[in-house]
Each structure stands twice: as structure tokens, then as C-alpha cells.
């Protein structure tokens, strides 16, 4: 991989963990450039709003000299041809993610021939981190500190006293 392209790692990032940080950490080893690209608007409930996420996102990968981060709506496909990403970056935890990477995959081969999935294995210490699981964790009060980083513990620490479910 030339340290001149682009590389994109799209995702919802509700919130940003430490699997995402590995991931995209060995990513930016691999790319002159990768951009976390948030989407705005997926077809499930969010814990923060689009401007939150982009927020805890910048603070989490600010340390990473040849890291961005964007927000986007539309096909993920289409945001990385106007990029000019050579790339989708994809983690992959367990089986089931494979299963799901490849199908999506393949779909977005069809819609752009032009840009290459790569799937970077996740450290062992994180196949069991998901940002569903830390909702949930620190929704009922437990401690994710070990699985987020400390801004992220603090913001999920207030949106729940904030809003208790």
C-alpha cells in the first residue's frame, strides 16, 4: 500500500471505542491518509446526535497525525470515490461480522468497481467490544472505562444521568 492514498473507515461510531481507535491506528500505518467518515443517518437508534459523535471522534483520533474525520449521508461508496479512497477499512471482530463485511463488500464492488475493502483483524483485546454493549453497559450503571476513552466514559457518564432510562 503507497503511504499516498486514502483510506476510509465508515462508521456510526455511537460512541467511539478503543477497537475503533486499534483499528484505525494500524489503518493510518498503512495509508497516507485515513478518514474516519461518520455516518449521519443509519437506520438504527443513536445514543449521540451526528455533531456529538464527530466531537468524541475528533478527540479520540486527534493524536493521529494523518487522521480525519467527516460526517456524510448517502451510500458510503459514493463518499469514498469523492474522497478519492482507494479504500473502505473494515474491523472485523468475530464470524458473524465477516459474514455481514462480505456481503456488504460485494454489494459495494458492484456500485464501484474502483474501491478495495480491506479488513484489518481486531486485537484480542477488543473481539468483545461493540458500541452496543457499552450503550448498554453504561446505560445500567456499569463501568466501560476499560473499553472507551476517558472523554467517552465522561460523555456517556452525563448523557445517562442526564437521561436515565
Request: proline share 5%; glycine share 8%.
Amino acid at each position: 500500500m503507497s503511504s499516498s492514498h486514502l483510506g476510509l473507515f465508515p462508521a456510526t461510531l455511537d460512541p467511539v471505542h478503543n477497537g475503533h481507535i486499534d483499528i484505525v491506528s494500524r489503518a493510518a500505518r498503512l495509508f497516507g491518509e485515513v478518514v474516519v467518515g461518520i455516518y449521519d443517518s443509519p437506520k438504527k437508534p443513536l445514543l449521540f446526535d451526528t455533531d456529538e459523535r464527530v466531537a468524541l471522534a475528533c478527540e479520540a483520533f486527534g493524536r493521529i497525525p494523518n487522521v480525519t474525520v467527516a460526517q456524510y449521508k448517502g451510500l458510503t461508496v459514493d463518499f469514498a470515490s469523492g474522497l478519492g479512497a482507494v479504500a473502505i477499512i473494515r474491523g472485523l471482530r468475530v464470524s458473524s461480522d465477516f459474514d455481514f463485511e462480505l456481503r456488504t463488500a460485494l454489494a459495494n464492488r458492484q456500485l464501484s468497481g474502483e474501491i478495495e475493502t480491506i479488513a484489518i483483524m481486531a486485537d484480542e483485546r477488543y473481539i468483545h467490544v461493540s458500541s452496543s454493549i457499552i450503550r448498554e453497559i453504561a446505560e445500567l450503571g456499569g463501568d466501560v472505562s476499560s473499553m472507551v476513552p476517558p472523554h467517552v466514559m465522561v460523555a456517556l457518564q452525563q448523557r445517562f444521568v442526564a437521561s436515565p432510562k
